[in-house]
């Protein structure tokens, strides 16, 4: 098995994040490679939560230019977890939201 702070690169912290703590919804950045039940292992060994669901999505990276010069941002990977009703927060984040 990876190691499973490589599989879970950052966590997203955006509006439409915190809009979705209240429900025990986190959003990561993780590894392209990963897959959703190595997600799921890597976020219940790290902050010690019970996983309900994950669901990902792989993001394009945008076109960006700089005078004449065009390039593109780097892909990513995202993962939407959900913890179970009966699972404790994740402290990071509550920290975060205040």
Do not use: W
Not at 13 to 37: C, G, H, M, R, W
Not at 70 to 97: D, N
Request: glycine share 6%; aromatic share 10%; charged share 35%.
């Amino acid at each position: 098995m990876k190691n499973p702070y490589d599989i879970i690169i950052k966590p997203v912290l955006s509006e439409k994040s915190y809009d979705s703590l209240p429900d025990k919804k986190y959003t990561f950045i993780v590894d392209a490679k990963a897959n959703k039940t190595e997600i799921k292992q890597a976020v219940e060994a790290i902050f010690g939560v019970k996983v309900e669901s994950v669901n990902t999505l792989r993001q394009e990276g945008k076109m960006k230019r700089m005078g004449v010069h065009i390039g593109r941002r780097p892909s990513f990977k995202k993962a939407y977890v959900k913890l179970t009703a009966e699972s404790k927060e994740i402290e990071f984040f509550e920290g975060m939201a205040q």
